[in-house]
Structures are given as structure tokens and as C-alpha cells.
């Protein structure tokens, strides 16, 4: 395990030398990586940091203002970017491309906003199992495999990128940061986005960001590493007696160390039914629910 005050110690005189007397921008979505990178770069540079958090519109249920709530002690600019991730992941089927759209757009908000502030570098919350699922080509990260070749800023910092994520969460204690962030379950940086299978739609979205909302009130309590909905694809089901095709959504718990392996969280069957009855009652385009009991591996954490 990592030395937590050495680590922040050397981690802020690092981000000061990197960066010298220049602005940085800061990614930062709320989650512990993100807000652990944040918070050493905002006392390693004060008022020469810029703390973005881009609404992409694939984020969780209320996420925005859950961000503006827990980080209201930063000059956090949110930029309501949804169109223009909706549109770049229009007709977009393929996961890796998936993550490279999203990738990309990124990077394109950020210069956006580095041009108007003269911002020479961006700050990212890479930590190591980010690098090692990209170079391993298991999946590419929107952080790592997933950003274009070309970019306009002079050097992207990462302090965390040979951390994992338990470690992440060591500094965040240290750092005396709540531990609604500290503990915060992860999420990926293509949000949403990676949790529907097949084109990205605001239908899509809508649903498996109402079916996250009651998996995540259902479950948070069992105390797992990461939960959360996934939308598959359309099946048949039964309505009122009436026939419908609905959206089936799938249901995924898991307990782990580091993320890069995890097994299943064994859910008492009356959790899983109520959650199946309160997605398919609450959601009407919604014909059925099933549970992902495969561990990791042969499966990855998230669905795409």
C-alpha cells in the first residue's frame, strides 16, 4: 500500500515542476480519482487551476448537481456539453469505438476551454489499471487508448497513473475529503454510454439511467465494490395482459480489490425480486431484468 502523506507530498512538488509557472485544466467528474487529482492540483497550483466537469448527459441520475454540491469549495466550471456527446456517438455500435468518441470529445471541450482561459496543460485522474486495460487491449480506456493522437495541449499530467484504486482511496482519506467521495462506488469515464448495448440513444439513456437510480437505491446498502443497470436489447414480455417489446435491462453487483478482478455479490433473492418488480412497474418500456453472475474474468466489470 502507498505512503498517503509522502505520496501527496512528492505528488504536489511533481505537479508544480511539470507545469512550472503555466495554467492547467482539471477533468474532473466527481469520482475518487478524479477528486483526489483535483484536490492535489489545486494546492499545487491555487488559482492557476481550472476545475471543469463536463455534463455529457451519459452520467448518472442527478450527477451534475451532486458535483456542484460536493466541490462548491472550487471554482468549478460545468459545461453542458449532452448534444455534442449524443451526436458524436450517433450510429456508433462498436465499444472500443464507443470509448474513442467519447474520448475524443472530451479532449475537444477541454482545448475549447483552454483557448479561452490560455490553458497549456491538462490534469487527468489515469490511475494504473486505466494504462494496464489499454495496453493489454482489453479495452481502452476514454483517459488512455481511448484520446487522440493529436492534441493542443503542451503535456496531459497524470500523478495517479501507477496507482490502484484502493490506493486512490488512501489519499483521499489522507486528504480529508468526505467520504461520499472517498468511498464512491466507480464509474466509467464513457458513463453510460458503456452501459447500453449498441447505438446510444436519449431513449436508451433515459432508461438505464432511471433502472441505475433503483439498482443503486436497492443495493448501495449490501456494501458492493460497484453496482449498477445495464440496457441489453428488446424482448418480449407481457403488460396489463397486453404483449410488449421492451428493453431488457441487466442488473450487475460485484465485490473487488483493485477492479482489475471481481466476483459476484451473492444478493438475498428477495432483493433481486423487488429490484426486477420496481424496474419493470416504474419503467413501462421495460419487459424484463436479469442478473450478470459471471465474475471477472471472463467478464469485465462493465458491459462494453
Known sequence: MVNA?????????????????????????????????????????????????????LMRKGETETIQKAFRYMPL????????????????????????????????????????????????????????????????????????????????????????????????????????????????????????IGEVTEEKLRVVGEANAIVEQEILSYNPWQTFAALLEKGTGVKGDVRVHGWIIAVRAVQSRDGMTASVLELPYDVLRKIASRITSELSDVARVVYDITPKPPATIEFE
Open 77 to 196: 466550471t460545468v459545461i453542458d456539453a449532452k448534444a455534442r456527446f449524443i451526436n458524436a456517438l450517433q450510429g456508433v455500435l462498436d465499444p472500443e469505438d464507443k470509448r474513442k468518441a467519447v474520448g475524443e470529445t472530451f479532449i475537444r471541450v477541454f482545448e475549447d476551454v483552454a483557448r479561452q482561459k490560455q490553458v497549456s496543460y491538462l490534469v487527468q485522474g489515469t490511475i494504473y489499471p486505466d494504462i494496464i486495460e489499454s495496453e493489454g487491449e482489453i479495452k481502452s480506456h476514454h483517459n488512455v487508448g481511448g484520446l487522440p493522437s493529436e492534441m493542443e495541449f503542451n503535456g496531459v499530467v497524470e500523478p495517479l497513473k501507477y496507482l490502484y484504486k484502493d490506493e486512490v482511496r488512501q489519499l483521499a482519506r489522507a486528504l480529508k475529503l468526505p467520504p461520499e467521495v472517498s468511498e464512491r462506488m466507480p464509474f466509467p469515464g464513457p458513463g453510460l454510454a458503456v452501459r447500453i
Open 5 to 57: 502523506e509522502k505520496f501527496i507530498e512528492e505528488a504536489i512538488v511533481e505537479i508544480k515542476r511539470e507545469i512550472g509557472t503555466q495554467r492547467a485544466i482539471i477533468a474532473l467528474s466527481g469520482g475518487v480519482d478524479s477528486s483526489v487529482c483535483a484536490t492535489l492540483a489545486y494546492q499545487a497550483l491555487g488559482d492557476r487551476l481550472y476545475p471543469v466537469y463536463v455534463d455529457t448527459g
